[in-house]
């Protein structure tokens, strides 16, 4: 007969000793942290969790089997407190419970329950039956970790939670209506937004749901133009949308080359390349796209696209679309050197008019082919101002706005809005927000307004309303508002509606009061005339930063969906004030509030190092002020909408979005004097630009993404969705998380976990939905009624362009997107632009 002999003695010998020490660890990590989280009034979980699991090492030392009987209880017990906290949503689960299912699996082996016993033995008892509750509580262990396991496959299998609904099909009244509407050709795009209306709206339909799947790559264009060039800021990225004109393609690339491609075949037709200042200190190198005017005015709508307009609207177009007068005739082109031209702002500040049938400079336009931007602009120092964003293109006017670094300091340059003469480059007017009523080009000797709001995104126009639409961004700095003007509080973080002809403001429509968060208005808007009650009236949707979609009556800026003024969290920093309420739209895409369950991480651990800094940061919710202690920014500046904007179906009435959740952390650091360094200590000497700094004020800012120690974001997925919604009702009808985490991991996981994207997407008359901006590379289809992807190509960069659709001269629709990646964001740098047609006659190659 085989005894057991009693041995009270601990042991760190074998597994179960190994174990023991693991545990301890554990508890240790988990007992100092979860004190900290609840003496800061977060969840007590942690804490409790710490105890159990060091009596569960303390048994283990003990060579007690009642280590496996706790142990299951406690994964039972951190089964039920993850269902109660996160309910079934997988994401949430899985951080919560994968390092406890990690730590019992070893608790099954054989050699850890057999080296176990139970209580005190009796030396003459068999040493099995001593050990069979040791046997029995790797069984309960074994059920602990099968309850866990039936919980995860649940909540995976019913991943994602997703707002399931349809849209409305195209309305045909409004189909019919637009018809007749002239404008850019179907199959062509003169606009950054396919026309000045910035729909992005295709109004083709060979590409459907039931075909998309055949499409094929046609042909790949390799620009050479690489990120990675001496003198590159981080941000150097690959953001041009192509146009379309004729038979050929027309493209901008970050190192301000100008292409032209044959669009059948993606063959180079010619290439300009620009020569800039040597030796400039740039925030951001790229160009989003170029400007366009035709030869000839054959219609005032030609600019408005095949958007609907109201019996009003179409008779004054019908009025306006007059034959050129012999001023803008053959004798001016012949002294403008060009019948047509394209535009493009340079990152040294100058603003470019080319011949699109060769590539050459229209030398008349202003001198020598270019106008200087530095004209007037007060602090001139090279590479601090410079447009990123296509111009506004008129039959009459040019129009620019430019970037104004960011933070800092308070003499930075003016934010002024220019119209130029479209033929000679001629200033014809100037709006500036510090001095909104004085549009007259200044005389010789004057300059604009010190760091007054600038518009660095693009701009929309109704040449019929002789409106144009601009979003105008913050004063630097951007945290900080204690010395802002009258008029730098009325126009800050706005969308604003200037007269053609002479720059006057006709109407304004603030998006945020007292910006303290860098809220600029991001994204162009999207002109759409909408059917409501038995009326169309001229609209235009808004998106922000802050997840609202504004949509506006575009005659007088007053809201056709409802807005109303929420109370806003209080308690500036020091010489500052805050806004008592906000606007919000009926229409909103503002993710809901985080609370500490919230939090998240790959394990336990950071998930509860998350839980610790939001509970550290002040957070009131949006617009909660930033501060010295610092203050959690959701939805934080990078945006829920930025410079892709939305694509708008004119026909449904429907808008398709891709909202991006993503948190920031703003923290406030007192300045000493107005020459240190406070954020960029580590900065060489003479280094530009020094961000955040904010020299003048007296407070720096330090910003980054809410992150935890793995680089992860601390708050739950998903981070990006793509959404559709009526535009007459407000109502999303549908809503996904959107994108995988294959190239955001160290290893590639195609975990569809909803990414951010930046970027915009296109729909088509063929009820199609066109993106490739999330940070995967691939660009996919969705059927817009339903949000279903349908389709996705794997891209060799990172696509964070906005894509186009278009005709080619063998009939075939094609859907081009630009794979060139993006500095700071960290995706794959590349030079290729990819053009995707149904199967048919390839172009070369």
């Given at each position: 007969m085989n005894t057991y002999s009693n041995n009270s003695t601990p042991s760190f010998r074998g597994l179960p000793g190994t174990m023991a020490v693991v545990f301890a660890l554990l508890a240790l990590l988990l007992g100092i942290g979860g004190g900290w989280l609840l003496w800061l009034g977060g969840s007590a979980y942690y804490l409790l969790m710490a105890v159990g699991l060091l009596v569960v090492a303390l048994l283990l030392l003990w060579r007690q089997a009642a280590a496996l009987w706790l142990y299951a209880a406690l994964c039972l017990a951190t089964l039920g407190w993850s269902v109660w906290e996160a309910g079934l949503d997988w994401w949430q689960l899985a951080p919560r419970l994968d390092l406890f299912v990690l730590l019992g699996l070893p608790l099954l082996l054989p050699a850890v329950w057999r080296a176990l016993r139970w209580g005190q033995a009796a030396g003459t008892l068999q040493e099995s039956t001593l050990r069979t509750p040791a046997r029995n509580g790797g069984w309960a262990?074994?059920?602990?970790?099968?309850?866990?396991?039936?919980?995860?496959?649940?909540?995976?299998?019913?991943?994602?939670h997703t707002l399931q609904g349809s849209l409305p099909p195209s309305q045909g009244q409004l189909r019919e209506r637009g018809a007749a509407t002239l404008g850019v050709p179907p199959g062509e795009w003169h606009a950054y937004g396919r026309t000045g209306h910035g729909q992005r709206y295709v109004p083709l339909d060979q590409i459907t749901p039931d075909n998309v799947g055949r499409l094929q790559l046609a042909w790949e264009f390799h620009t050479g133009d690489l990120r990675g060039q001496p003198g590159d800021p981080q941000e150097t990225t690959f953001e041009v949308t192509p146009l379309k004109i004729g038979d050929r393609l027309y493209l901008c690339t970050p190192h301000q080359d100008i292409i032209a491609l044959d669009a059948t075949t993606g063959r180079q037709v010619w290439r300009h390349e620009v020569q800039v200042a040597a030796g400039l200190a740039l925030q951001h190198r790229t160009c989003r796209g170029l400007g366009y005017k035709p030869a000839a005015a054959a219609s005032v709508a030609a600019n408005a696209g095949s958007a609907p307009t109201t019996a009003a609207t179409a008779s004054a177009a019908s009025t306006a679309a007059t034959p050129a007068s012999a001023a803008d005739g053959p004798a001016a082109t012949a002294a403008n050197n060009c019948a047509a031209k394209l535009y493009m702002p340079t990152v040294d500040g100058r603003l470019l008019a080319l011949d699109p049938d060769t590539g050459a400079a229209c030398t008349g336009f202003g001198d020598g082919g270019a106008v200087d931007l530095w004209a007037h602009m007060p602090n001139k120092r090279p590479g601090a101002y410079y447009a990123t964003s296509p111009p506004v293109v008129t039959q009459r006017v040019v129009i620019v706005g430019g970037t104004v670094l960011?933070?800092?300091?308070?003499?930075?340059?003016?934010?002024?809005?220019r119209a130029f003469d479209a033929d000679s480059g001629a200033l014809v007017w100037n709006w500036d927000s510090g001095n909104p009523d004085d549009t007259a080009p200044l005389a010789a000797g004057q300059t604009y307004t010190v760091n007054s709001p600038n518009s660095w995104s693009i701009g929309s126009v109704d040449e019929v309303l002789g409106l144009v639409y601009l979003p105008l961004g913050n004063q630097p700095p951007d945290q900080w508002g204690g010395r802002r003007s009258a008029a730098v509080e009325r126009y800050s973080s706005s969308v604003v509606a200037l007269d053609l002809q002479t720059g006057q403001v006709r109407w304004v429509f603030q998006t945020v009061h007292h910006d303290l968060w860098d809220y600029d208005v991001p994204a162009q808007p999207s002109l759409v005339d909408l059917q409501i009650g038995s009326n169309l009236v001229p609209a235009l949707v808004q998106p922000t930063k802050q997840g609202e979609l504004f949509v506006l009556d575009r005659r007088t800026g007053t809201p056709l969906l409802p807005v109303t003024e929420a109370a806003a969290p209080q308690g500036a920093a020091a010489g500052d004030h805050t806004a008592p309420t906000q606007p919000v739209a009926a229409l909103s895409f503002d993710p809901p509030r985080l609370q500490g369950r919230d939090m998240w991480g790959g394990t336990a651990l950071d998930q509860l190092w998350c839980r610790i800094a939001f509970h550290r940061l002040r957070y009131e919710g949006r617009f909660t002020p930033p501060s010295t202690q610092g203050s959690l920014v959701y939805p934080g500046n990078f945006g829920v909408f930025n410079w892709g904007s939305v694509a708008v179906d004119p026909y449904r009435q429907i808008v398709f979005a891709t909202p991006t959740r993503l948190a920031f952390v703003s923290r406030l650091l007192p300045r000493p004097d107005d020459t240190s360094l406070v954020v960029n200590k580590q900065a060489p000497a003479g280094a530009l630009p020094a961000l955040n700094e904010n020299f003048g004020a007296p407070f720096a800012a330090e910003m980054k993404p809410f992150t935890s120690p793995l680089g992860l974001p601390c708050h739950a997925p998903p981070w990006g969705l793509v959404a559709g919604a009526e535009l007459t009702s407000g109502r999303i009808a549908w809503q996904h998380p959107n994108g995988t985490?294959?190239?955001?991991?160290?290893?590639?996981?195609?975990?569809?976990?909803?990414?951010?994207?930046?970027?915009?997407?296109?729909?088509?008359?063929?009820?199609?939905?066109?993106?490739?901006?999330?940070?995967?590379?691939?660009?996919?289809?969705?059927?817009?009624?339903?949000?279903?992807?349908?389709?996705?190509?794997?891209?060799?960069?990172?696509?964070?362009?906005?894509?186009?659709?278009?005709?080619?001269?063998?009939?075939?629709?094609?859907?081009?997107?630009?794979?060139?990646?993006?500095?700071?964001?960290?995706?794959?740098?590349?030079?290729?632009?990819?053009?995707?047609?149904?199967?048919?006659?390839?172009?070369?190659?």
């Open positions: 262990v074994a059920a602990a970790l099968l309850a866990v396991g039936v919980v995860s496959v649940i909540s995976l299998a019913t991943y994602p960011d933070n800092v300091s308070t003499q930075e340059q003016s934010g002024v809005i985490v294959r190239d955001l991991s160290p290893v590639p996981l195609p975990f569809r976990m909803g990414v951010p994207t930046l970027g915009g997407p296109i729909v088509t008359a063929g009820g199609l939905a066109f993106l490739s901006g999330t940070l995967d590379y691939y660009v996919r289809a969705y059927d817009v009624s339903s949000g279903a992807e349908l389709w996705r190509s794997r891209l060799p960069a990172g696509g964070q362009a906005t894509p186009m659709s278009y005709l080619g001269a063998d009939g075939r629709q094609y859907l081009l997107v630009v794979a060139g990646g993006h500095g700071s964001l960290g995706t794959k740098t590349g030079d290729s632009v990819l053009a995707y047609a149904p199967p048919g006659n390839s172009g070369a190659r």
